[in-house]
């Protein structure tokens, strides 16, 4: 049965009578603890046009959290500041675009973050059940109070206009981004708030099946009684009943297919925000990507410019040039035939497989998976197999760049044996080695025997080995999808792999392929690293010709559908040339319901048919 119109919708959330009291006493315990706030120049990361400092600061309860700040070069005053607020997985970007473009840019990383989990770390899953019936102790109390601190650090820097502050995010940063606005309206200039999350949480747990919000379903399968607890305390930190205080100029942005925040819920905060200069954007055929593709990303950045003024930083980014070694098909298949044999040496007989009853649903059975790998790896993964004898279609999920894996949509895991894989220095496959964002892509560049990504491309074929023979998967309908590690895996298992969806960012083919790089993250880590040691910038270049995509697929004789944006269309197009199989190019169109539809359409008609 399709949904009703999603602005008709009437959130159930109630605001407490003690709400202000409640937050009143938090604001006055965050006043409470002194800031202490540092500021490191990150050396590696800037440049002679933008300066980037490593933050850190004291917050509620005492918590050291960590924040990423970045300014024009040599400018000391009147600077307009922009706060950005991260999403649920992600983890801050260095806002280094941000201070080309003129403002003092200042990435937070709320408690739970990679650089502020010391002392709180309630992993993903798990931050938005932590301490779920527990109002005073509930995770977002702290991390609400962590972004606002953050914002105050902001607006306090000498540097900084207090006029022109703004605030922006999507997601659970849109969240963070209306929470701002209502604590402090008459400091907020001007506000973003896309996707946002932590509205309604209830209503939305009920309107989707995706994570974030499946977390919550998930708790309540298990613990049904506390219902009715977990309402009441959701009710202090619901958006919804913050946006009334909001009085600062806002724009919001949603998706009209959107199975992460549901639309629902945008309309009904985006009808609470009290602010007179407000204007919503609902954009059609679009999930959580909310319009960013289709022009939005435009309309915030114009948005922001007008009311803050900033003057962008001339003579554009810094050019970091390299040259392009080439490495010969017999160097080639010398050094990736050494890492095949010592993946196929590995005894999988050791792997560890536990149930999972939290991430189960009525239809599949889930489980967590430990499995060795070459080196210093160490592979985790979430399998999830449907109910009944099978077997099943196999599907690998290949992680892309991130610290932060999420289990396998709830739909896939329907139909689907699903192995989910964590390769290491992504959370949960941690301990050995840790991955730092940015800095992954950058780890160990000048050796190709030493670089991160040879680990990361065994962890996958390992796991593609591991799911294969698993008694429930059909061999013969066995397919990866994800990012550019999976289609590497893919075509060394020709053989076995029968369909091949490509649909992350193409981060090796393009570092590979050019002789410059962009200068947005991750990429840019390359040109911080060149900048840094131009004696290797051969060396870079020639490790990341042994992971170049294009020299692998030739190989690769099933299906492979690769998706891809508009502004990755050349080098897509090479590579989709290349494969030797059945290979089909994808343009996204930009309203990513729409996109991810047509790719899963694609992959179920070759593996379940």
């Known amino acids: 049965m399709p949904r009703r119109d999603p602005s008709a919708f009437i959130s159930t959330t109630k605001r407490p009578p003690d709400f202000d009291v409640f937050w009143s006493e938090t604001l006055d315990m965050l006043a409470a603890v002194p800031p202490e706030v540092t500021f490191t120049h990150d050396d590696l990361r800037s440049d002679e046009l933008v300066d980037v400092f490593d933050v850190r600061y004291s917050s509620f309860g005492g918590l050291r959290i960590a924040g990423w700040y970045a300014c024009p070069v040599g400018r000391t005053t009147n600077l307009p500041g922009l706060l950005t607020v991260p999403g649920y997985v992600s983890e801050p970007k260095v806002p280094k675009d941000l201070a080309r473009q003129g403002y003092a840019a200042f990435s937070a990383a709320p408690r739970g973050k990679l650089r502020s989990n010391a002392d709180f770390n309630p992993g993903y899953p798990g931050l938005l059940t932590h301490n779920i019936t527990d109002r005073d102790n509930y995770a977002y109390r702290g991390f609400y109070m962590d972004a606002l601190r953050a914002f105050d650090i902001l607006a306090g820097m000498p540097e900084v206009d207090r006029r022109r502050v703004g605030v922006a995010g999507s997601s659970q940063g849109g969240a963070l981004t209306l929470l701002i606005s209502a604590f402090r309206g008459n400091a907020v200039a001007a506000a973003s708030a896309g996707a946002p999350y932590l509205c309604s949480y209830l209503d939305a747990a009920s309107l989707t099946h995706s994570y974030p919000y499946e977390e919550m379903n998930e708790y309540l399968r298990i613990h049904p009684e506390r219902e009715s607890q977990i309402r009441e305390v959701l009710d202090y930190y619901d958006i919804h009943n913050f946006a009334p205080a909001i009085s600062a100029p806002i724009i919001v942005n949603i998706g009209l297919q959107d199975d992460v925040c549901p639309p629902e819920t945008g309309f009904a905060v985006f009808g609470e925000i009290g602010s007179a200069d407000k204007k919503l954007y609902p954009y059609d055929k679009c999930g959580h990507d909310a319009g960013t593709a289709v022009g939005h990303e435009e309309i915030i950045e114009e948005f922001l410019s007008l009311r803050l ?129 940015p800095g ?32 429930k998967v059909d061999p013969g309908r066995l397919g990866v999808a994800g990012s550019e590690s999976g289609l590497i895996a893919a075509s060394m298992r020709a053989d076995a792999v029968k369909a091949l969806l490509m649909s992350g960012p193409m981060i090796l083919r393009v570092a590979s392929a050019r002789k410059s790089w962009p200068d947005s993250y991750p990429l840019e880590e390359l040109n911080d690293f060149v900048r840094s040691h131009p004696d290797r910038a051969t060396d870079v270049s020639r490790t990341l010709a042994f992971f170049d995509p294009i020299r692998f697929v030739s190989g690769y004789g099933g299906y492979a559908l690769v998706a891809c944006p508009d502004w990755d269309r050349d080098v897509a197009t090479s590579l989709v040339s290349r494969i030797g199989g059945d290979g089909e190019l994808y343009v996204n169109t930009g309203r990513g319901a729409a996109d991810h539809a047509f790719t899963e359409n694609w992959l179920e008609e070759r593996l379940t048919s």
């Open 309 to 437: 003024k900033p003057m962008p930083v001339s003579g554009g980014s810094p050019d970091v040039r390299t040259d392009a070694p080439g490495v010969s098909d017999e160097e080639f298949d010398e050094f990736w035939s050494a890492v095949d044999g010592e993946v196929k040496g590995l005894s999988l007989d050791g792997a560890v497989m536990e149930p999972l009853p939290m991430r189960s649903t009525e239809g599949s059975v889930a489980y967590t998976v430990r499995l060795p790998s070459v080196g210093d790896g160490q592979v985790f993964g979430y399998f999830s197999v449907p109910n009944g004898d099978g077997p099943f279609p196999g599907l690998l999920e290949a992680p892309g760049y991130g610290s932060v894996v999420h289990i396998s949509p709830y739909e896939r895991r329907q139909k689907y044996a699903v192995l989910t894989l964590v390769h290491r220095g992504q959370r949960l496959a941690d301990e050995e080695y840790s991955a730092a964002y």
């Open 440 to 471: 992954l892509l950058a780890d160990g560049v000048i050796d190709a025997s030493g670089y991160r990504y040879r680990g990361i491309i065994a962890d996958v074929l390992t796991g593609l080995d591991w799911l294969g023979g698993r008694p």
